[in-house]
Nanobody, 121 residues
Framework: QVQLVESGGGLAQAGGSLRLSCAAS????????RGWFRQAPGKAREFVAA????????DYADFVKGRFTISRDNAKNAVYLQMNSLNSEDTAVYYC??????????????WGQGTQVTVSS
């Protein structure tokens, strides 16, 4: 049974920082890649960042490049999203996912329940 649990969300001021964590339990089998997504009220879930199982490749949505960093610690079975220079547009529920990478594409198999991030202006 695969379980992904996000933590680290909360309230931040514009220009501030938060670090989200995603802890995985159970065997993810071939789903070694990890990703972060977010969903704001009334909007569709959108891709934020992803990282390969080895950590050798990371992809980012354009709107977070230069501000957010995805990383992982496989010894702890954890993935992180360091969020800097936050603005109100970053307010959303952030979700962790586990999946696979194939060429330029990512494929997502498991999802966490999400953690709320609220950025005040």
């Amino acid at each position: 049974q695969v379980q992904l649990v996000e933590s680290g969300g909360g309230l931040a001021q514009a220009g501030g920082s938060l670090r989200l964590s995603c802890a995985a339990s159970g065997s993810t089998f071939s789903s070694t890649a990890r990703g972060w997504f977010r969903q704001a009220p009334g909007k569709a879930r959108e891709f934020v960042a992803a990282i390969t199982g080895s950590g050798g490749r990371a992809d980012y949505a354009d709107f977070v490049k230069g501000r957010f960093t995805i990383s992982r610690d496989n010894a702890k079975n954890a993935v992180y999203l360091q969020m800097n220079s936050l603005n109100s547009e970053d307010t959303a529920v952030y979700y962790c996912s586990a999946g696979r990478v194939g060429g330029p594409s990512w494929y997502w198999d498991y999802w966490g329940q999400g953690t709320q991030v609220t950025v005040s202006s």
